[in-house]
Nanobody
Framework: VQLQASGGGLVQAGGSLRLSCSAS??????????MGWYRQAPGKQREMVAH???????YYADFVKGRFTISRDNAKNSAYLQMNSLNPEDSGVYYC????WGVGGSLQRFNYWGQGTQVTVSS
């Protein structure tokens, strides 16, 4: 599985960005049942932002609830992250992730990762 993330950039505080992630699957019998976004700021650990499972159930970190929306196009094996009301603390590298297991909730884990896209929010 190869994941390609895009959509990052520089935006002013209060602005919006939309990240996209597309999964390319080489194995015929592999199905992606969960896709998500993580982020990592300089000097900080990577943290979960949001994820969505095949049935449409979503899960968000508390610090993005009400501001970010994750969505998924199952047919295209793609996921999107609409980020509104951005603030400088949202800056970092955003990584797309995928998994064949759609556990959902706080137990969801991922084993495929994209290369990341940089998000910078200026004050």
């Amino acid at each position: 599985v190869q994941l390609q993330a895009s959509g990052g950039g520089l935006v002013q505080a209060g602005g919006s960005l939309r990240l996209s992630c597309s999964a390319s699957i080489s194995a015929d019998n592999l199905k992606i049942n969960a896709m998500g976004w993580y982020r990592q700021a300089p000097g900080k650990q990577r943290e979960m932002v949001a994820h969505v499972v095949t049935g449409g159930h979503t899960y968000y970190a508390d610090f993005v609830k009400g501001r970010f929306t994750i969505s998924r196009d199952n047919a295209k094996n793609s996921a999107y992250l609409q980020m509104n009301s951005l603030n400088p603390e949202d800056s970092g590298v955003y990584y797309c992730a995928a998994s064949p297991w759609g556990v959902g909730g706080s137990l969801q884990r991922f084993n495929y990762w994209g290369q990341g896209t940089q998000v910078t929010v200026s004050s």
